[in-house]
Protein backbone atom coordinates (compact mmCIF):
# COMPACT_ATOMS: atom_id res chain seq x y z
CA UNK A 1 0.00 0.00 0.00
CA UNK A 2 1.43 3.64 -1.17
CA UNK A 3 1.53 6.29 1.91
CA UNK A 4 1.23 9.17 0.55
CA UNK A 5 2.49 12.49 2.79
CA UNK A 6 -0.22 15.59 2.60
CA UNK A 7 2.00 18.36 5.09
CA UNK A 8 1.33 21.56 4.79
CA UNK A 9 4.78 23.85 5.10
CA UNK A 10 3.54 25.18 8.65
CA UNK A 11 3.11 21.24 9.89
CA UNK A 12 6.89 20.45 8.90
CA UNK A 13 7.56 23.91 10.28
CA UNK A 14 6.34 22.84 13.13
CA UNK A 15 3.68 25.64 13.55
CA UNK A 16 0.08 25.13 13.93
CA UNK A 17 -2.22 25.11 10.66
CA UNK A 18 -4.07 28.04 9.88
CA UNK A 19 -7.85 27.18 10.06
CA UNK A 20 -8.12 28.16 6.21
CA UNK A 21 -5.68 25.64 5.26
CA UNK A 22 -7.54 22.92 7.26
CA UNK A 23 -10.93 23.90 5.69
CA UNK A 24 -9.12 23.66 1.84
CA UNK A 25 -8.03 20.89 3.43
CA UNK A 26 -10.76 19.06 4.12
CA UNK A 27 -13.15 20.10 1.58
CA UNK A 28 -11.07 19.72 -1.48
CA UNK A 29 -12.67 17.44 -4.23
CA UNK A 30 -10.06 14.85 -4.71
CA UNK A 31 -11.89 13.29 -8.29
CA UNK A 32 -14.06 15.27 -9.86
CA UNK A 33 -17.46 12.80 -10.93
CA UNK A 34 -18.06 14.42 -15.14
CA UNK A 35 -21.72 14.51 -14.10
CA UNK A 36 -21.27 17.86 -12.37
CA UNK A 37 -20.61 19.32 -16.51
CA UNK A 38 -24.22 19.11 -16.57
CA UNK A 39 -26.67 21.45 -14.48
CA UNK A 40 -29.10 18.97 -14.64
CA UNK A 41 -27.07 16.65 -12.29
CA UNK A 42 -26.38 19.47 -9.58
CA UNK A 43 -28.08 19.24 -6.49
CA UNK A 44 -30.51 22.23 -5.60
CA UNK A 45 -28.19 24.04 -3.22
CA UNK A 46 -26.36 24.79 -5.84
CA UNK A 47 -28.85 26.06 -8.47
CA UNK A 48 -30.41 28.22 -5.75
CA UNK A 49 -29.67 31.99 -5.73
CA UNK A 50 -30.31 33.52 -2.35
CA UNK A 51 -31.54 37.09 -2.39
CA UNK A 52 -31.80 39.28 1.26
CA UNK A 53 -34.57 41.14 1.48
CA UNK A 54 -36.63 43.01 4.15
CA UNK A 55 -40.19 42.51 3.18
CA UNK A 56 -41.68 44.61 5.99
CA UNK A 57 -39.81 47.67 5.55
CA UNK A 58 -40.86 50.42 3.29
CA UNK A 59 -39.44 50.36 -0.32
CA UNK A 60 -38.57 53.04 -2.70
CA UNK A 61 -39.21 51.90 -5.94
CA UNK A 62 -36.31 53.16 -8.22
CA UNK A 63 -36.77 54.90 -11.32
CA UNK A 64 -35.27 53.00 -14.55
CA UNK A 65 -31.82 53.71 -15.04
CA UNK A 66 -30.63 55.49 -17.87
CA UNK A 67 -26.91 55.67 -19.25
CA UNK A 68 -26.58 57.80 -22.95
CA UNK A 69 -26.16 55.57 -25.78
CA UNK A 70 -22.55 56.62 -26.72
CA UNK A 71 -20.54 55.49 -23.54
CA UNK A 72 -18.10 53.16 -24.46
CA UNK A 73 -16.22 50.74 -21.93
CA UNK A 74 -13.01 51.48 -22.74
CA UNK A 75 -13.64 55.53 -22.23
CA UNK A 76 -15.49 54.35 -18.85
CA UNK A 77 -12.62 52.97 -17.79
CA UNK A 78 -9.86 55.34 -18.79
CA UNK A 79 -11.77 58.17 -17.38
CA UNK A 80 -12.16 56.29 -13.80
CA UNK A 81 -10.70 57.62 -10.86
CA UNK A 82 -10.69 57.36 -6.72
CA UNK A 83 -10.83 60.68 -5.07
CA UNK A 84 -12.21 62.00 -2.25
CA UNK A 85 -13.18 65.92 -3.20
CA UNK A 86 -17.15 66.20 -3.06
CA UNK A 87 -19.07 69.05 -4.54
CA UNK A 88 -21.38 68.95 -1.69
CA UNK A 89 -24.12 68.98 -4.00
CA UNK A 90 -26.95 66.16 -4.06
CA UNK A 91 -26.94 63.10 -5.65
CA UNK A 92 -29.93 62.55 -8.33
CA UNK A 93 -31.65 59.37 -7.80
CA UNK A 94 -31.62 58.63 -11.50
CA UNK A 95 -27.49 58.37 -11.14
CA UNK A 96 -27.81 56.50 -7.77
CA UNK A 97 -30.32 54.11 -9.36
CA UNK A 98 -27.99 53.83 -12.22
CA UNK A 99 -25.00 53.54 -10.05
CA UNK A 100 -26.76 50.30 -8.36
CA UNK A 101 -28.42 48.85 -11.20
CA UNK A 102 -25.43 48.34 -13.01
CA UNK A 103 -23.03 48.37 -10.09
CA UNK A 104 -24.98 45.58 -8.28
CA UNK A 105 -28.40 44.68 -10.16
CA UNK A 106 -29.93 42.61 -12.20
CA UNK A 107 -30.21 42.52 -15.87
CA UNK A 108 -33.13 41.18 -17.80
CA UNK A 109 -31.97 37.95 -17.95
CA UNK A 110 -32.06 37.55 -14.43
CA UNK A 111 -28.13 37.51 -14.05
CA UNK A 112 -25.83 40.11 -12.29
CA UNK A 113 -23.83 42.33 -14.01
CA UNK A 114 -20.81 41.17 -12.16
CA UNK A 115 -19.28 37.94 -11.94
CA UNK A 116 -19.43 35.48 -8.91
CA UNK A 117 -17.48 32.41 -8.29
CA UNK A 118 -20.16 29.57 -8.43
CA UNK A 119 -23.19 32.08 -9.58
CA UNK A 120 -23.61 32.08 -5.56
CA UNK A 121 -23.31 35.83 -5.31
CA UNK A 122 -22.37 36.21 -1.35
CA UNK A 123 -22.44 40.19 -1.53
CA UNK A 124 -25.26 42.68 -0.19
CA UNK A 125 -25.20 46.10 -0.79
CA UNK A 126 -26.53 48.84 2.00
CA UNK A 127 -26.36 52.60 0.94
CA UNK A 128 -26.09 55.43 3.65
CA UNK A 129 -27.95 58.18 2.00
CA UNK A 130 -26.87 61.50 3.66
CA UNK A 131 -27.70 64.04 0.62
CA UNK A 132 -29.20 62.09 -2.14
CA UNK A 133 -32.72 63.77 -4.19
CA UNK A 134 -35.66 62.20 -3.03
CA UNK A 135 -34.20 60.03 -0.85
CA UNK A 136 -34.63 60.76 3.21
CA UNK A 137 -31.66 60.50 5.23
CA UNK A 138 -30.88 57.07 6.47
CA UNK A 139 -29.59 53.66 5.92
CA UNK A 140 -31.09 51.58 3.18
CA UNK A 141 -30.59 48.31 1.84
CA UNK A 142 -30.74 47.53 -2.01
CA UNK A 143 -33.27 44.30 -3.23
CA UNK A 144 -32.34 43.36 -6.40
CA UNK A 145 -35.18 41.88 -7.35
CA UNK A 146 -37.22 44.51 -7.12
CA UNK A 147 -34.56 47.42 -7.92
CA UNK A 148 -35.76 49.17 -4.72
CA UNK A 149 -33.88 50.96 -1.60
CA UNK A 150 -35.71 49.36 1.27
CA UNK A 151 -35.41 52.37 4.24
CA UNK A 152 -33.93 50.29 7.60
CA UNK A 153 -32.95 53.51 9.29
CA UNK A 154 -34.13 56.83 9.10
CA UNK A 155 -31.34 59.72 10.73
CA UNK A 156 -33.30 61.65 12.91
CA UNK A 157 -30.53 64.49 13.35
CA UNK A 158 -27.61 65.37 10.90
CA UNK A 159 -25.43 61.75 11.59
CA UNK A 160 -21.82 62.81 12.30
CA UNK A 161 -19.20 60.32 10.39
CA UNK A 162 -16.53 62.17 11.44
CA UNK A 163 -17.01 61.24 14.73
CA UNK A 164 -16.99 57.84 13.73
CA UNK A 165 -14.37 57.99 11.04
CA UNK A 166 -11.94 60.97 11.88
CA UNK A 167 -12.08 61.68 8.07
CA UNK A 168 -13.24 65.52 6.74
CA UNK A 169 -13.91 64.03 3.56
CA UNK A 170 -16.56 61.57 4.91
CA UNK A 171 -19.25 64.20 6.03
CA UNK A 172 -19.06 65.90 2.22
CA UNK A 173 -20.23 62.22 0.81
CA UNK A 174 -23.31 62.69 -1.06
CA UNK A 175 -23.97 58.80 -0.71
CA UNK A 176 -22.00 55.59 1.14
CA UNK A 177 -22.09 52.37 -0.66
CA UNK A 178 -21.57 49.08 2.00
CA UNK A 179 -20.75 46.29 0.25
CA UNK A 180 -21.24 42.86 2.67
CA UNK A 181 -21.01 39.77 2.32
CA UNK A 182 -22.89 36.57 3.54
CA UNK A 183 -20.13 33.69 3.22
CA UNK A 184 -22.57 30.92 3.89
CA UNK A 185 -24.05 31.36 0.24
CA UNK A 186 -20.50 30.31 -0.99
CA UNK A 187 -19.84 27.30 1.47
CA UNK A 188 -22.49 25.18 0.27
CA UNK A 189 -21.15 24.57 -3.54
Not at 148 to 158: H, I, N
Not at 172 to 189: L, Y
Given at each position: MKKTHNHSLNSLLGKS???FEKFHGKTKIEKLPRKEDDPKQWPKEWKTIYYKGYGRFDELILPRPQLPSNIYFKKVMEKRKSGRKFSNKPLSLMKLSTLLYYGAGMNLDGKRFYPSAGARYPLEVYILSLNTSDVLNGTYHYYLKEH???????????FNFREFFNQGWVS??????????????????
Open positions: TPLSLEELVLFKKKKAAVFIVITAIPSRNTNK
